[in-house]
């Protein structure tokens, strides 16, 4: 018999077996799993006399989304590390300088502050136009040289500290051979001085990784927020894909996700640096070394372990520096040359999670190819343009065109010998240059395996050209696109940074043309405001900017409402190697699901946001974040909770 059974409303399945079939009225749940969909007649026959009988009021059943590139555990320790002065909490300079100048005067007077940093996340000149551009004087000068500082740009890529942070991290802004981590860029001035900006992780890790941890109180507090917050978004699986292993923190997972009321699953990418094999070496790497494997090996743990990823990974960092100082190993503070002199010890590296349980494991590695667009690092073909905003974000020198982190020889040899193992790749690739690069070492290492069975990723994709995908296609390599940006930055990008490439931004109908399994994304903390998979939706359907409905950028490239709903459910199962689990409602896979306020396939695309989410279920369970009322034995009643029924 089910133990649950849903009905009285539209039941959209994600599988298009059903869906030519018929209408589904109705589907049974027993032991979390799905086993029966269909007519009213069919499914009834399951119930029984405990069955709970849920009518869903004229709402829509859907499979739960799945968010296949996020960054859920950084955004879940933004809750408790960072001041947030994103653009969409505040409006001009003015704003944010009080905000920040708050913040530093709450830590002077907090009896325990005295070793406190100000860290600010969300710097995003784009937005507001009137922000300064900063330098380490200028955080000096204009709000305090007393109190180490840092604020970290909106995309992550880019962070600016004053002189007390780099000082806190044994670094003097006047030593012209100071240089940051392979991957990273400290900026200097003509005469090789520090500026203080800071372009990706191993150089803004290099000084933000000394701020002091929030307690665990506090961290786990951040988890069990936002994993809520997920749930309350329609989201029933979400990603990491800047997962560090850190024994502090993964205790504090798997504390969460032992327990049986956690709304969602969090499936990680181990974030890794691709390295040239050495030919020497007797035989293959251990499993353990393989997964921890660096660019330098040679590379002492206080220098650069957990503090690498493409986009933010400042919470995992931090807490691998805390482990680091309990562990009494050499502090940050010694000279850079004297601490890469140490050699590594295998035996310190932690224990990652793994396989820990049906809602927390580890799905594949991530590599990062290049950087971001809003501080000229993604490799592109075609210069960004040179303007007074591009110089506020503090690109390189025009005529610039990017960045490529590693040589191809390295992914080539990480690529294979991962393939090999059996794990799946996802790599971070903005520019054309960038997705040249990845696209051919996937075509090496994929020559004798075109069916791609480890579904080899590639991801966010802004520049990628027609005939990249094309080829991406013929080696059934995995897409996932980071098309939101156009819902905030379509114009910048026109007016200040690419011009009319931005019609080309993510060309997502060009993947359903060449039969890819695609997906959208929206990589937050790394991007403005909380993860929203409508309005990720009706950036992909529509190309338009938050603010004007009426220009399209790029029409040719936009996608169906079908093809969204796809993104988020069962091809972004297929892309988590999770399809034969999830992403429809199919008899014999779980019943993580979602209630909607409304059909999306009936909504115009410009209120897709419009739609609220009731309730959700994880194998069955109700995550409560709504109500029901009974009316009668056994049968109760969807209802929208008025706390989450925002205009």
């Not at 009896?111 to 330098?135: N, Q, R």
């Not at 950087?371 to 690109?395: D, I, K």
């Not at 199919?586 to 209120?607: C, I, M, R, S, W």
């Not at 309730?615 to 909770?641: A, C, Q, Y």
Request: proline share 6%.
């Amino acid at each position: 018999m089910a133990d649950t059974i849903l009905y009285g409303g539209d039941i959209i399945t994600m599988d298009d077996k059903l869906n030519r079939a018929g209408k589904v009225e109705a589907i049974a749940i027993a032991g979390g799993i799905i086993v029966e969909v269909g007519s009213m007649k069919r499914v009834f026959r399951r119930k029984g006399p405990n069955t709970e009988v849920i009518f869903l009021n004229q709402q829509t059943l859907m499979p739960g989304f799945i968010e296949p590139h996020q960054h859920a555990l950084q955004t879940s320790q933004m809750r408790c590390l960072y001041t947030n002065i994103s653009a969409l909490n505040f409006s001009c300079y003015a704003e944010i300088r009080q905000k920040m100048l708050d913040t530093l005067d709450s830590i002077k007077k907090d009896p325990a502050g005295a070793d406190k940093w100000a860290l600010f996340f969300g710097w995003d000149p784009e937005l507001i136009a009137d922000l300064p551009p900063l330098t380490a004087k200028f955080l000096d000068d204009e709000f305090a040289a007393d109190v180490p500082i840092a604020v970290v740009g909106q995309s992550g890529h880019v962070a600016w500290a004053n002189t007390l942070a780099f000082q806190e991290s044994g670094i003097d802004v006047n030593d012209t051979t100071v240089e940051a981590e392979k991957g990273g860029v400290f900026v200097k001035d003509e005469v090789g001085h520090l500026t203080g900006q800071m372009f990706e992780e191993p150089a803004i890790m290099g000084v933000m990784g000394n701020a002091p941890m929030p307690t665990g109180e506090m961290i786990l507090a951040g988890i069990v927020d936002q994993m809520r917050y997920y749930a309350s978004v329609g989201i029933t699986t979400v990603t990491d894909l800047a997962y560090m292993p850190n024994e502090d923190f993964d205790n504090a997972l798997k504390s969460v996700f032992d327990k049986e009321d956690t709304p969602v699953r969090l499936g990680l990418y181990r974030m890794e640096h691709p390295h040239k094999e050495d030919p020497s070496a007797s035989g293959p790497p251990s499993a353990k070394k393989a997964r921890t494997a660096r660019a330098a090996p040679t590379k002492p743990k206080p220098t650069l372990e957990g503090k690498v990823s493409c986009c933010t990974n400042l919470g995992t960092a931090q807490m691998a520096q805390k482990k680091k100082q309990k562990q009494a190993q050499p502090p940050r503070q010694v000279a850079r040359s004297q601490a890469r002199s140490a050699a590594p010890e295998e035996d310190d590296e932690p224990i990652p999670i793994g396989n820990y349980n049906s809602k927390l494991w580890e799905v594949g590695i991530k590599f990062v190819a290049d950087g971001s667009p809003h501080c000229g690092t993604c490799a592109v073909r075609e210069p960004f343009m040179n303007t007074p905003l591009t110089q506020n974000l503090g690109f390189p020198p025009a005529p610039g065109y990017g960045t490529l982190n590693f040589t191809s020889e390295e992914f080539v040899d990480s690529m294979k010998r991962l393939t090999k193992e059996g794990t799946q790749v996802a790599v971070h690739a903005h520019g054309e240059r960038a997705c040249e690069q990845v696209l051919r070492a996937y075509e090496t290492i994929l020559a004798d395996d075109p069916t791609n069975r480890c579904r080899h990723r590639m991801e966010h994709l802004g520049l990628m050209t027609v005939d990249q995908i094309a080829r991406a296609g013929k080696i059934n390599v995995a897409l996932s696109f980071f098309v939101d940006h156009l819902r905030f930055y379509a114009k910048v990008y026109k007016t200040d940074i690419f011009g009319d490439r931005v019609n080309r931004w993510t060309p997502i109908s060009e993947a359903s043309k060449n039969g890819i399994t695609w997906t959208i994304h929206q990589d937050h903390p790394t991007f403005p405001g909380d993860a929203n998979p409508f309005a990720n939706m009706k950036t992909a359907i529509t190309r338009t900017q938050r603010d004007d409905p009426t220009t399209v950028y790029g029409p040719e490239y936009c996608a169906t409402i079908d093809e969204v709903l796809k993104s988020y459910t069962i091809n972004a199962a297929w892309q988590l190697h999770l399809d034969n689990q999830l992403g429809s409602i199919t008899v014999g896979k779980q019943a993580d699901l979602v209630v909607l306020t409304e059909n999306p396939y009936h909504v115009d695309p410009f209120k897709l946001e419009d739609i609220k989410v009731v309730e959700t279920f994880l194998s069955g369970r109700r995550s409560n974040i709504g109500k029901m009322s009974t009316v009668g034995p056994g049968l109760n009643v969807m209802k929208r909770d008025a706390a989450y029924d925002k205009a």
